[in-house]
């Protein structure tokens, strides 16, 4: 409908102005002057609309085929965060129409001197273009530039009507949303289960990928121990290749044009520990992501991620546990029923912060085994090192004493790989 608004708009000025010349008895000065101002505006805003096009990145999801009833399909979806923090159902979907929607990332990029320039040269084209049509109306007959300010009231009157009639939204029953958008979908909705660890499957791989998204967090309790017994572990490699078989952890970080972010690949199979024992999601987990180099110094927001909205989990390895590791100072253990009850479908109310606030001290193993497989990776990256190093500060002979008791611990609970 807006095509046919346009093209009838632009039908009828190009009409009004054939008639002035066929008045006027011919060309004259002022209706070249109206022409070729209308001309430079409609390219102009032609222009203006490219720009703007251009300046936008788009990523856009398909629809699968539906199937039966399942018309539906995971995409990428932008959504306002509940003020609940205790609904873990996600908002309801809002559809309009019978269509399957379609789903679209858009953001800008970022500008360049030549698209100021170019901006400021199509700004400048549309503003000597409006002049030059305003100048020769006023050179033309009076009616003129009255028909043509009637037929853009009547054509601005006729889009309002059009856009003014809309399909009502209605709430798809069965199907939320997600409330936050760095990691945005579709939420399936149900219960997170246990299962036997016998019935665990690694061939089942869940991959995500992220944008680039600072966590601005500092280090705490339980990524200092990590980080330190990670170091201790240059010298106790029997310990490392246990941690690093438990959690199935490998890592592949690679430089970007940008010195201080890396991009990086992880997977592992998990190992988040809790008061029963360590807690495995039944998928290996894949993650990529760009990340600032201080970031790595504070992996648990970047690694936790990876285990939301997973549907099933099982304990093993259950020696590790609340009544026989050592006492970690200034960290918190979740229970396994609040691992799956709470924080697999808890993304929408707990951002990066939150995550590392409270998850710190579950991922010592996932993160001390990142460290063990970073500072493997990473021997010549300087830069990163120096800043890891950095953000984490010298240990004191306290905190070594404390890796290095947790990782006499772990070097008995956890058997041989």
């Known amino acids: 409908m807006a095509y046919i608004l346009a093209i009838a708009a632009l039908l009828s000025i190009l009409a009004i ?7 006027g008895g011919g060309f004259s000065f002022g209706w070249i002057m ?20 251009s300046a936008c990145d788009v990523v856009k999801m398909d ?87 009637l037929v853009c009231l009547v054509a601005a009157f006729a889009r309002s009507m059009h856009k003014a009639v809309r399909m009502p939204f209605k709430a798809v029953e069965g199907v939320h949303l997600d409330k936050r958008c760095y990691s945005t979908g579709l939420l399936e909705r149900g219960t ?53 078989s438990v959690t199935g952890m490998a890592v592949s970080i690679t430089t970007t044009s940008k010195i201080l972010e890396r991009a990086v690949q992880v997977t592992f199979k998990g190992g988040v520990m809790t008061e029963e024992g360590l807690a495995f999601p039944n998928a290996r987990l894949c993650l990529a992501f760009p990340c600032f180099l201080d970031d790595l110094a504070t992996p648990t927001p970047l690694l936790a991620r990876a285990i939301m909205r ?20 200034g960290t918190y253990i979740t229970s396994f029923d609040s691992l799956i009850s709470w924080w697999t479908v808890a993304e929408d109310r707990n951002d990066m912060v939150d995550q590392h606030k409270n998850l710190h001290g579950s991922f010592i193993l996932i993160n ?43 070097s008995t609970a956890i058997g041989n790989p």
Not at 39 to 53: D, H, K, P, T
Not at 218 to 225: F, K, N, V, Y
Not at 310 to 329: C, F, S
Request: glycine share 6%; hydrophobic share 40%.
């Open 192 to 244: 997170p289960s246990r299962i036997e660890k016998g019935k665990l499957q690694h061939n089942i791989v869940d991959v995500r990928a992220y944008s680039l998204h600072s966590s601005h967090c500092t280090p705490l309790g339980g990524e200092s121990l990590a980080w330190n017994a990670a170091n201790l572990c240059k010298t106790r490699p029997d310990v490392a290749s246990k941690i690093l």
């Open 63 to 149: 629809i699968r085929p539906s199937t039966g009833d399942a018309n539906w399909t995971y995409g990428l979806v932008l959504n306002v965060k509940n003020t609940d923090s205790l609904d873990t159902s996600g908002s309801a979907f809002l559809k309009c129409g019978d269509d399957l929607p379609n789903f679209e990332a858009v953001w800008l990029r970022k500008a360049t001197p030549t698209r100021h320039l170019l901006v400021w040269v199509v700004s400048i084209f549309l503003s000597l273009s409006f002049i030059c049509h305003y100048l020769g109306l006023r050179t033309s007959f009076w009616w003129v530039s009255v028909t043509e300010l």
């Open 34 to 53: 109206v022409f070729i101002g209308y001309l430079g505006m409609s390219l102009g805003v032609v222009g203006a609309v490219y720009l703007i096009y």
């Open 17 to 23: 102005q054939m008639i002035a010349l066929w008045r």
């Open 310 to 329: 997973q549907p099933q989990w099982a304990l093993d390895v259950e020696g590790i546990n609340k009544r026989t590791y050592p006492m970690i100072d």
């Open 368 to 410: 001390m085994a990142f460290f063990i497989a970073l500072l493997s990776e990473c021997t010549n990256d300087e830069e990163l090192l120096k800043s890891i190093e950095e953000t984490h500060g010298k240990p004191s002979e306290g905190n070594n004493e404390n890796a290095e008791n947790f990782l006499n611990f772990l």
